[in-house]
């Protein structure tokens, strides 16, 4: 269950940038929290973040993604990207001299029956090798015990102090970690059982789902007869007019073969199959009729392509991140998937999904509280802010849409004059249009005017 996440120094990012799904003390939409009374606190089930295109909504994600990636992979992850990574800051020249840092704060535990644990987890990189690392445990009703703090060292054995919580093996496990690998890693690959717990959590909650949606879906489609037929159930509910969905393997033609392998890359075996998907669509009068992936619309492609995440999310109580989750679908089919996250008869495991958006339809506080909102903004200097509806503690009966939409929060775009030119290519005017100078008026984090 994450708590919050801060980053720096990463893309976007270049001061310290947090967001919490810690719940504020608003007594509403007392469904959309999940309660985690050992630690003193109220969790949010789901968030939305609304910001002006390229203004760092989808950078806060790769920055989830990217700490995972390292826990996941190691150094391998260095090793299989071309260049500098993680990517810095790119406006400023001492950006490169400085650490991407990932701290994460989160509630694990060992299995489904085990106790539950607060973690705090906090990684440093500098040119490819880990710079700072610590961890720290807090069991429930219990107070803080700092398992491991990492310094920067040149070769192993890493320089790492331990404290007296930390069971097992753990100091030799020193002498098989380098600079550019996470202990945390370490520490799960070779099978320490304590420090395996919070490694697995950011494993499988720091995935980049949004890359594998169609493949995770399918996979399970192909594998598991309950999600085909629940699956199925679903898009016929769902009103795109599909009564089944169906995985089958074909058996690639040498033309498909070539477009799709690099000639060097061209498999030597034969036949090559691949999988395919297809709908059965009714039609009116007659039997029905199955159609190929590619001539479904975008919004039933992605709505597809999101069952396999959504179902295992809410099957184990995992996090789900979801890249502008309204594209090409319908408000009221984004709210439903919302709302399923928001029901504790539906997400009995504590599963979490946060979205970016520009659906302002779903702006409303009847479906998010204001502590689930959340924008993102460019700063002159390029850096992106991230900050809560709630700082701005707007009125119960405001029009959250509307007030949005007029600058009132920030996280739209200021757009000037946007010359298209004539029709015959001509420019017209010079000069055009000055588009008058938008600011918003904040006083002490409360917006001065509400509608």
């Given at each position: 269950?994450?708590?919050?996440?801060?980053?720096?120094?990463?893309?976007?990012?270049?001061?310290?940038?947090?967001?919490?799904?810690?719940?504020?003390?608003?007594?509403?939409l007392?469904?959309?929290l999940?309660?985690?009374?050992?630690?003193g606190?109220?969790?949010?089930?789901?968030?939305?973040?609304?910001?002006?295109?390229?203004?760092?909504?989808?950078?806060?994600?790769?920055?989830?993604?990217?700490?995972?990636?390292?826990?996941?992979m190691?150094?391998?992850?260095?090793?299989?990207?071309?260049?500098?990574?993680?990517?810095?800051?790119?406006l400023?020249?001492?950006?490169?001299?400085?650490?991407?840092?990932f701290?994460i704060?989160?509630?694990?535990r060992?299995?489904?029956?085990?106790?539950?644990?607060r973690?705090?987890?906090?990684i440093?990189?500098?040119g490819?090798?880990?710079?700072?690392?610590?961890?720290?445990?807090?069991?429930?009703?219990?107070?803080?015990?700092r398992?491991?703090?990492?310094?920067?060292?040149?070769?192993?054995?890493?320089?790492?102090?331990?404290?007296?919580y930390?069971?097992?093996a753990?100091?030799?496990?020193?002498?098989v970690?380098p600079?550019?690998?996470?202990?945390?890693?370490?520490?799960?690959?070779?099978?320490?059982?304590?420090?395996?717990i919070?490694?697995?959590?950011i494993?499988?909650?720091?995935?980049?789902?949004?890359?594998?949606?169609?493949r995770?879906?399918?996979?399970?489609?192909?594998?598991?007869p309950?999600?085909?037929?629940?699956?199925?159930?679903f898009?016929?509910?769902?009103?795109?007019?599909?009564?089944?969905?169906r995985?089958?393997?074909?058996?690639?033609?040498?033309?498909?073969?070539?477009?799709?392998?690099?000639p060097?890359?061209l498999?030597?075996?034969?036949?090559?199959?691949?999988?395919?998907?297809?709908?059965?669509?009714?039609?009116?009068?007659?039997?029905?009729?199955?159609?190929e992936?590619?001539?479904?619309?975008?919004?039933?492609?992605?709505?597809?392509?999101?069952?396999g995440?959504?179902?295992?999310?809410?099957?184990?109580?995992l996090?789900?991140?979801?890249?502008?989750?309204?594209?090409?679908?319908?408000?009221?089919?984004?709210?439903?998937?919302?709302?399923?996250?928001?029901d504790?008869?539906?997400?009995?495991?504590?599963?979490?999904?946060?979205l970016?958006?520009?659906?302002?339809?779903?702006?409303r506080?009847?479906?998010?509280?204001?502590?689930?909102?959340?924008?993102?903004?460019?700063?002159?200097?390029?850096?992106?802010?991230?900050?809560s509806?709630?700082?701005?503690?707007?009125?119960?009966?405001?029009?959250l849409?509307?007030?949005?939409?007029?600058g009132r929060y920030?996280?739209?775009?200021?757009?000037?004059?946007?010359n298209?030119?004539?029709?015959?290519?001509?420019?017209?005017?010079?000069?055009?249009?000055?588009?008058?100078?938008?600011?918003?008026?904040?006083?002490?984090g409360?917006?001065?005017?509400?509608?």
């Open positions: 269950m994450l708590l919050d996440f801060q980053v720096e120094n990463f893309r976007s990012y270049h001061s310290p940038k947090l967001f919490s799904l810690v719940a504020s003390r608003q007594e509403e007392p469904e959309n999940m309660d985690a009374k050992d630690f606190l109220r969790v949010l089930r789901s968030a939305a973040i609304y910001g002006a295109n390229a203004s760092g909504k989808t950078n806060l994600f790769h920055a989830i993604w990217a700490l995972g990636s390292m826990i996941r190691g150094p391998d992850v260095f090793r299989s990207r071309a260049g500098l990574w993680p990517p810095v800051f790119a400023t020249a001492s950006a490169t001299q400085n650490p991407t840092r701290e704060n989160f509630l694990a060992d299995g489904h029956e085990g106790a539950w644990t973690y705090e987890y906090h440093g990189v500098l490819g090798r880990v710079v700072e690392e610590w961890l720290n445990a807090y069991p429930a009703g219990g107070k803080r015990q398992w491991f703090v990492r310094e920067p060292a040149d070769s192993v054995p890493a320089n790492i102090k331990f404290s007296k930390v069971k097992g753990h100091k030799k496990l020193k002498d970690t600079p550019e690998m996470p202990f945390l890693f370490a520490a799960q690959r070779f099978g320490n059982p304590q420090l395996s919070p490694a697995k959590w494993q499988r909650n720091c995935e980049n789902q949004f890359e594998l949606v169609l995770g879906t399918t996979a399970q489609l192909d594998g598991d309950s999600f085909n037929a629940w699956v199925s159930e898009m016929r509910h769902a009103d795109v007019g599909i009564q089944e969905a995985v089958e393997l074909h058996e690639m033609s040498p033309e498909e073969i070539a477009s799709t392998y690099p060097r890359h498999p030597s075996f034969q036949p090559i199959y691949q999988e395919r998907v297809s709908f059965l669509h009714a039609r009116e009068g007659g039997t029905p009729i199955r159609l992936w590619g001539v479904e619309s975008e919004g039933t492609r992605r709505l597809f392509g999101l069952l995440p959504l179902r295992i999310a809410l099957r184990d109580g996090l789900l991140l979801v890249d502008e989750m309204s594209a090409s679908m319908h408000p009221l089919l984004t709210q439903r998937l919302i709302e399923a996250f928001h504790p008869k539906v997400n009995t495991k504590g599963a979490q999904l946060v970016t958006t520009q659906d302002v339809s779903l702006l506080g009847d479906l998010f509280r204001r502590d689930q909102v959340w924008f993102t903004e460019k700063s002159p200097a390029g850096e992106t802010n991230l900050f509806l709630h700082a701005f503690q707007p009125r119960n009966d405001a029009s849409e509307k007030n949005y939409l007029a920030g996280g739209i775009p200021f757009l000037g004059t946007l298209f030119g004539s029709a015959d290519g001509e420019k017209e005017g010079q000069e055009g249009r000055k588009a008058k100078p938008r600011t918003r008026k904040i006083n002490k409360v917006a001065e005017t509400e509608s």
